[in-house]
């Protein structure tokens, strides 16, 4: 009779530690708003791009990134540098965009600081330090959530 009563308690014990765990990961699920907030206030680094993403926006929102670079550009008041996404899965839905950051042969790191969003398609902004007249710029090297691409830029 011990045996069975200790089995019950056991498992009403397991059942509300599964409730309670389950109760708790429900309430990490951030609003639109401050996801948005997040990710506009995160400035990552390159050297610590993944860690500081996941750290300023949440590893589980970063985790849920999915994507491809598809081409990338000087935009057309050759002050800025362009490169664009295909995304996928909850971040094609959603208002806001996770940072991603430049390098160009000089070895300087831009963050992103502006996108767009159309059918899917993520074009993302980046201030060039320098005037773009005066430098020609064959390649950039592109960190992002999924990894990290050089491409040849486009004119």
């Given at each position: ?61 970063v ?42 042969p ?25 005037s ?24």
């Open positions: 009779m011990a045996t069975k009563k200790t089995s019950i308690i056991s498992c009403a014990v397991v059942a509300v530690c599964l409730f309670l765990f389950f109760l708790l990961q429900k309430g990490d699920v951030l609003s639109d708003d401050e996801l948005r907030v997040r990710t506009e206030a995160s400035q990552p680094t390159w050297q610590n791009y993944i860690e500081d993403i996941k750290g300023q926006v949440g590893a589980r929102y985790a849920e990134w999915s994507g491809g670079v598809e081409q990338a550009g000087v935009a057309k008041d050759e002050s800025r540098f362009w490169v664009s996404f295909h995304v996928e899965g909850a971040w094609a839905g959603r208002d806001a965009a996770i940072p991603v950051l430049l390098r160009e000089r070895g300087n790191s831009i963050c992103s600081s502006g996108f767009e969003k159309k059918d899917g398609d993520l074009k993302y902004f980046f201030d060039s330090p320098y773009l007249e005066d430098a020609s710029v064959p390649w950039l090297e592109v960190k992002h959530p999924a990894g990290e691409h050089r491409i040849t830029l486009s004119q």
